[in-house]
T-cell receptor, first 116, second 109 residues
Framework: DTEVTQTPKHLVMGMTNKKSLKCEQH?????MYWYKQKAKKPPELMFV???????INESVPSRFSPECPNSSLLNLHLHALQPEDSALYLC???????????????FGPGTRLTVL | AQRVTQPEKLLSVFKGAPVELKCNYS??????LFWYVQYSRQRLQLLLR??SRESIKGFTADLNKGETSFHLKKPFAQEEDSAMYYC???????????FGTGTRLLVSP
């Protein structure tokens, strides 16, 4: 399995809802990433997990809560979101060999989130 | 701060014409530069990186540290090259990728 998978593909939620986005990879990668991509904008890094520990948080609001239950799974828990949080949420993974110039990030197809 | 600039939002060429997608960066450290591509209804994928100095699908890119540029070139564009292209930068040894705003390449028959 050489792909990053994400579920669901689409999600519509209200501002009071609690939902979760899921990401999975079985490539043995030890780094996993969440990106946010607004329409017609580039992806922006949100979080990085390295060996199941949070290594980067790009000052993301606490209404977004990441979780890495094991090396293959990455979740993003959503609570009390705002309409401006509507975006495509991308997950990626990489081998995470620190300093390795060939540490390629593989991206999932994304979850398109709409907050009403 | 790391910054990647892609000055063209849209580049439209005819099949067989040469293509150059521009990318400039500002970073004081030792950056690694990448080109990512997103074809219609497909996921973002790595096209090439400066350290490998390889040609992928006929595309090449040379890192010019003097001009802080990493332009993507192809001598003869094909219709299947139509896609969104993102230039990205990463500090050596770190995980954070910073993307440019992207250039949409449209190759017409």
């Amino acid at each position: 399995d050489t792909e990053v998978t994400q579920t669901p593909k689409h999600l519509v939620m209200g501002m009071t809802n609690k939902k979760s986005l899921k990401c999975e990879q079985h490539m043995g990668h030890r780094a996993m990433y969440w990106y946010k991509q607004k329409a017609k904008k580039p992806p922006e890094l949100m979080f990085v997990y390295s060996y199941e520990k949070l290594s980067i948080n790009e000052s993301v609001p606490s209404r977004f809560s990441p979780e890495c239950p094991n090396s293959s799974l990455l979740n993003l828990h959503l609570h009390a979101l705002q309409p401006e949080d509507s975006a495509l949420y991308l997950c990626a993974s990489s081998q995470d060999r620190a300093g390795a110039q060939d540490d390629e990030q593989f991206f999932g197809p994304g979850t398109r989130l709409t907050v009403l | 701060a790391q910054r990647v600039t892609q000055p063209e939002k849209l580049l439209s060429v005819f099949k067989g014409a040469p293509v150059e997608l521009k990318c400039n960066y500002s970073y004081s450290g030792s950056p690694e530069l990448f080109w990512y591509v997103q074809y219609s209804r497909q996921r973002l994928q790595l096209l090439l990186r400066h350290i490998s100095r390889e040609s992928i699908k006929g595309f090449t890119a040379d890192l010019n540290k003097g001009e802080t540029s990493f332009h993507l070139k192809k001598p003869f564009a094909q219709e299947e090259d139509s896609a969104m292209y993102y230039c990205a930068l990463r500090d050596t040894g770190f995980q954070k990728l910073v993307f440019g705003t992207g250039t949409r390449l449209l190759v017409s028959p």
